[in-house]
């Protein structure tokens, strides 16, 4: 079983839709997620930190329940461009910085 | 300011040659983290040096697989004897510190394709 994982689409919807991501970690000692953005053929890119009260950016909202190791985001009004993969990443137990990156959702926001 | 660089962007080599990529991170990060994504993949963690000194290389596939990062700032990949399977893009991060998090800036990464 990886210890990241995510659906990994492709997720199609109209400009305007409401879309949601969900994610699942394996390791329960895991202290601190993420959701990254990946445009294609680019580099990933820090699009939010995931908090146990949920954290809301824009019309990006993460949400963390650790007693299900669940991670969600859910984007609101997409916009074209929102079309990218989103990776679901957790911080390693092991103190040394490296993160575990889930296979990442493709998303394509059409118009 | 600038960001992580690596070179070359490109690479194409034959099973069984070595090669060598190469990760200029921001300046000033002492952290500095080798992952390797395949496609359709998320990224994969192979190695992270803290200064000179690597401090977890328990990403590493094989022997095969080894990097340096000599005066804490400039670091090399190296993969010996090439193999089909090598073929991924091969991304390089860096941080300012890592007691605590802090995030990480990726370099726009090298393709590797071996034939």
């Known amino acids: 079983r990886k210890e990241v994982e995510q659906d990994p689409g492709p997720f199609n919807v109209p400009e305007g839709a409401t879309v949601a991501f969900n994610c699942t970690y394996s390791n329960s000692a895991s202290q601190s997620f993420f959701w990254y953005r990946q445009d294609c053929r680019k580099e990933p890119k820090l699009l939010m930190s995931?908090?146990?009260s949920g954290n809301e950016d824009g019309r990006f909202t993460a949400q963390l329940n650790r007693a299900s190791q669940y991670i969600s985001l859910l984007i609101r009004d997409s916009k074209l461009s929102d079309s990218a993969t989103y990776l679901c990443v957790v911080l390693g137990a092991s103190n040394t910085g490296k993160l575990i990156f889930g296979q990442g959702t493709t998303l394509q926001v059409k118009p | 300011g600038a960001g992580v660089s690596q070179t070359p962007s490109n690479k194409v080599t034959e099973k069984g040659k070595y090669v060598e990529l190469r990760c200029d991170p921001i300046s000033g990060h002492t952290a500095l983290y080798w992952y390797r994504q395949s496609l359709g993949q998320g990224p994969e963690f192979l190695i992270y040096f803290q200064g000179t000194g690597a401090a977890d290389d328990s990403g590493l596939p094989n022997d095969r697989f080894f990097a340096v990062r000599p005066e804490g700032s400039v670091s090399t990949l190296k993969i010996q004897r090439t193999e089909r399977g090598d073929s991924a893009v091969y991304l390089c991060?860096?941080?300012?510190?890592?007691?605590?998090?802090?995030?990480?800036?990726f370099g726009p990464g090298t393709r590797l394709t071996v034939l």
């Open positions: 995931v908090y146990s």
């Open positions: 991060a860096s941080s300012g510190q890592v007691s605590s998090y802090n995030e990480q800036f």
